[in-house]
């Protein structure tokens, strides 16, 4: 069983860069497509960026791809991280992220994930 845990979530201001961190345990993590989708209150939860398993494909959101970059690290047997660069952050940026696993291919669909995180809170001041 995947297990998924976000981290590096604050309060920053308009211009600001953050990181996030999802570290993916498990025995089968490498083989796992890994992504990042946000949502905002009151809205629809979004497709932020993902990277499929295996030195696989990128996807990033049009919305962001500009500002936001996902990489993935695969040093360790048993755990792999996923990163999501967010630089020049827009108040619009506010949403809980969520990290999200399925089987080695990326997807923008987030009824394609069957393995989520708790979620970690970006707030972003004007």
């Known amino acids: 069983q995947v297990r998924l845990i976000e981290s590096g979530g604050g309060l920053v201001r308009a211009g600001d860069s953050l990181k996030l961190s999802c570290t993916a345990s498990?025995?089968?993590?490498?083989?796992?497509?890994l992504a990042w989708f946000r949502q905002a209150p009151g809205k629809e939860r979004e497709f932020v960026a993902a990277?499929?398993?295996?030195?696989?494909?990128?996807?990033?959101?049009d919305s962001v791809k500009d500002r936001f970059s996902i990489s993935r690290d695969s040093a360790e047997i048993m755990a792999h991280a996923v990163y999501l660069q967010m630089d020049s952050l827009k108040p619009e940026d506010t949403a809980i992220y969520s990290c999200?696993?399925?089987?080695?291919?990326?997807?923008?669909?987030?009824?394609?994930?069957?393995?989520w995180g708790q979620g970690t809170q970006v707030t972003v001041s004007s």
């Open positions: 999200a696993a399925r089987w080695a291919i990326a997807t923008t669909k987030g009824e394609d994930y069957d393995i």
């Open positions: 498990g025995r089968t993590s490498s083989s796992h497509a």
């Open positions: 990277v499929s398993c295996c030195g696989g494909s990128i996807e990033t959101a």
